[in-house]
């Protein structure tokens, strides 16, 4: 899910959940986002124990279907672990994760609790404020930052855009959503995983190797940014028309030089 946290997002919730329902000592208080895999809920800490708002991911069940719920089940959890390993000030924090059900089995529904980031995506931040082009290159050290530790923890994202990449009040940018990210060590159960995840990856910003289904590094993420450098600092896209189509842009970026 490619979704997570704006407060400018909003859509009907397709998991059957209303706000009020309660996530261990979190409280869903509206719908701000959706996607294939789920839905992202703002939420407030409701236990007394202290105040603050989070972002609830939560997993959309396929309820006729076990082996897809089961993968599912498995891309969510390994999500959950991946996000465990990074604590960084520009990457949105995991605070926990769990299962509710009413009958205290594991086959209910699956979410995380990640840190809620009220903000812009990076391009529209930069556009609204005006932002020089110092300025957009301090928030592009802040992403460089931020997917330079995923990299140290062995984590590569694979879905660098603007929409992942949020810009808060405070003006610091944010990395949001490893929901396709791939451990470069990882065993070939997880390897499945994660390759069955990279179907919804966004064309615009993918690297010729992921249009090629061949193996992701490091440098796939670092094409990313630098697509996104591109249009953040020029204010068009890498290879120009030759993008009006999903099939001629695949074409461009496995064949040309941007």
Known sequence: MNDIPSSSQAGSPATGTSPGARFGPWELLALIGSGGMGEVWLAARSDGLYTGRAAIKLLRAA????????????????????LARLTH???????????LSSDGSPDGTRYLVLEYVQGERIDRWCD??????????RLLLQLCDAVAFAHANLIVHRD??????LVNQAG???????????LLEDTPENTDLTREGSAGLTPEYAAPEQINGGAVTVATDVYAIGVLMFKLLSGQRPY?????SAAQLARAIVETEP
């Open 63 to 82: 309820p006729h279907d076990s082996a897809t719920t089961a993968l599912l089940n498995a891309r969510f959890a390994r999500e959950g672990e991946l």
């Open 89 to 99: 000030p520009h990457i949105a924090q995991l605070l926990g994760a769990g299962v």
């Open 128 to 137: 609204a404020h005006r932002l020089d082009l110092n300025a957009r290159l």
């Open 160 to 165: 660098l855009k603007p929409a992942n990449i």
């Open 172 to 182: 610091h940018a944010k990395l949001l959503d490893f929901g396709v990210a791939k």
């Open 240 to 244: 120009g028309a030759a993008g009006s």
